[in-house]
């Protein structure tokens, strides 16, 4: 048999490798994040890396590590609180005392006083916001530290603020008549606490999937311009929405001066995108949704805003993973729906609700990889390290950078559309 390296380094862009599904530890060692949509993505220098996981549960069967997990879970009651995002695996889903996407988790983290541990399952941006709005007594733990975002290092520190530079020797720093600034900088979820912090310094924000028009309001409120990173799809999408000409939207390749940009492009700018993107979410295709609408007459196409514009376009609504969830939910007649994102998500859908017919508009898109790396075995090894008095995993955002970031995040958390209330994150839970 191949070694997982020729496994991986063979396997055609269009391919998933089962093994992601059954031993993410097998994949530490390999460059890159391993299988899946992301799998061509390299982990940057000094990303974290998970250490070995002890040999008793890589050969648990799945049964002994739910049965682990529960009993882990009732010795520790109300002093651990799981949280997990949808895109998990089903095997980790069915353990979570909280489901929902980032904009709702980050609100429950906020919301679990009496917790002395959050369990975050999820990736590494998520556990590190969750530490920045939990109480000072709470600790946040990632089972699997390898569980990163590949668009979330599209943006690194050091090119955010050299773009910064550029930009603000381009457009100086007094505001205008108004008493906008020049540009304001405005970071998604998708993002380093680091970036979070930057945004928090430089009198930005950070957005969701969720709320990233309310965002793009306020930053325009304060703002002549922003500065959208790392996702250059869901910056783009919205903005249009908006009535941003495309021709306003230029693109900031970090490896070129002023962005790959000329000046007169920058100074007629309103949204400076960064060119960075989600390995899932780019998979969608044009394409993909004609061959729903032409093989599924009546179909009801929604796709996420981190897909390419044309996708978003193409389809009868976009929105974020609550919104795809709430929308079927609504539906009260049985319909087709074909859905373009995360693949596990999708899955879920067509399990909890029967009377439709729903599928991934990718026939074979891969689960996230990143949040493939969260498997019952790590979550019983870190529930059962703290039933013995052992912490594993540990994310902690150094005061400093805490500091700024929580003053962005707050931000965020305040800007919600005029006349809604966001569903909070749905208790779960087995």
């Known amino acids: 048999m191949p070694s997982i390296a020729?496994?991986?380094?063979?396997?055609?862009?269009?391919?998933?490798?089962?093994?992601?599904?059954?031993?993410?530890?097998?994949?530490?060692?390999?460059?890159?994040?391993?299988?899946?949509s992301s799998m061509g993505d390299v982990i940057p220098a000094g990303a974290p890396r998970q250490g070995?996981?002890?040999?008793?549960?890589?050969?648990?069967?799945?049964?002994?590590?739910?049965?682990r997990i529960r009993a882990a879970k009732a010795a520790l009651g109300d002093r651990v609180v799981i949280l997990g995002h949808f895109y998990q695996r089903d095997e980790i889903v069915q353990h979570a005392d909280f489901l929902g996407d980032s904009f709702q988790l980050a609100n429950a983290a906020q919301t679990v006083p009496n917790a002395e541990t959050i369990v975050f399952c999820g990736v590494h941006f998520m556990a590190e916001t969750a530490d920045i709005l939990a109480q000072q007594h709470q600790r946040v733990i990632l089972p699997n530290l390898a569980a990163g975002c590949s668009m979330a290092d599209m943006a690194d520190s050091d090119s955010v603020e050299?773009?910064?530079?550029?930009?603000?020797?381009?457009?100086?720093?007094?505001?205008?008549?108004?008493?906008?600034?020049?540009?304001?900088?405005?970071?998604?979820?998708?993002?380093?606490a680091a970036l979070k912090a930057f945004c928090g310094?430089?009198?930005?924000?950070?957005?969701?999937?969720?709320?990233?028009?309310?965002?793009?309001e306020w930053a325009f409120e304060r703002g002549q311009r922003v500065l959208f990173f790392p996702d250059q799809h869901l910056g783009r999408n919205t903005a249009k929405k908006m009535g941003v000409p495309l021709e306003r939207m230029p693109m900031w390749n970090?490896?070129?001066?002023?962005?790959?940009?000329?000046?007169?492009?920058?100074?007629?700018?309103?949204?400076?995108?960064?060119?960075?993107?989600?390995?899932?979410?780019k998979r969608f295709t044009v394409e993909q949704v004609e061959r729903a609408r032409a093989e599924h007459p009546g179909v009801r196409v929604i796709v996420h805003p981190e897909c390419p514009m044309a996708v978003v376009d193409a389809a009868d609504e976009a929105g974020s993973t609550d919104y795809i969830r709430r929308a079927v939910a609504a539906a009260?007649?049985?319909?087709?729906?074909?859905?373009?994102?995360?693949?596990?998500?999708?899955?879920?859908?067509?399990?909890?609700?029967?009377?439709?017919?729903?599928f991934c508009l990718d026939p074979v898109v891969c689960p996230c990889s990143t949040m493939y790396r969260i498997h019952p075995g790590y979550l019983a090894w870190v529930l059962e390290g703290l039933v013995n008095g052992e912490t594993h995993n540990v994310i902690e955002v150094p005061d400093a950078v805490a500091a700024d970031a929580r003053v962005a995040l707050e931000r965020m958390l305040a800007s919600r559309p005029a006349g809604s209330v966001p569903a909070p994150a749905a208790p779960h839970g087995a």
């Open 6 to 36: 020729l496994t991986i380094q063979a396997a055609p862009a269009a391919a998933c490798t089962p093994e992601l599904a059954k031993q993410p530890w097998s994949f530490d060692t390999v460059p890159g994040y391993g299988p899946g």
């Open 52 to 67: 070995g996981l002890p040999a008793e549960y890589q050969r648990a069967t799945t049964e002994e590590l739910h049965e």
């Open 162 to 192: 050299e773009c910064w530079e550029q930009l603000e020797a381009l457009y100086g720093t007094e505001p205008d008549a108004e008493g906008r600034a020049p540009i304001i900088p405005v970071t998604y979820m998708n993002s380093s």
């Open 201 to 216: 310094r430089h009198g930005g924000i950070v957005c969701t999937s969720s709320n990233a028009e309310t965002v793009l």
């Open 254 to 281: 970090p490896r070129g001066p002023l962005g790959g940009n000329t000046a007169e492009q920058l100074l007629d700018a309103r949204v400076v995108l960064w060119h960075g993107f989600c390995s899932v979410h």
């Open 332 to 358: 009260t007649e049985p319909t087709t729906f074909a859905i373009g994102t995360e693949v596990n998500m999708v899955n879920r859908l067509a399990a909890e609700f029967p009377q439709h017919e729903i």
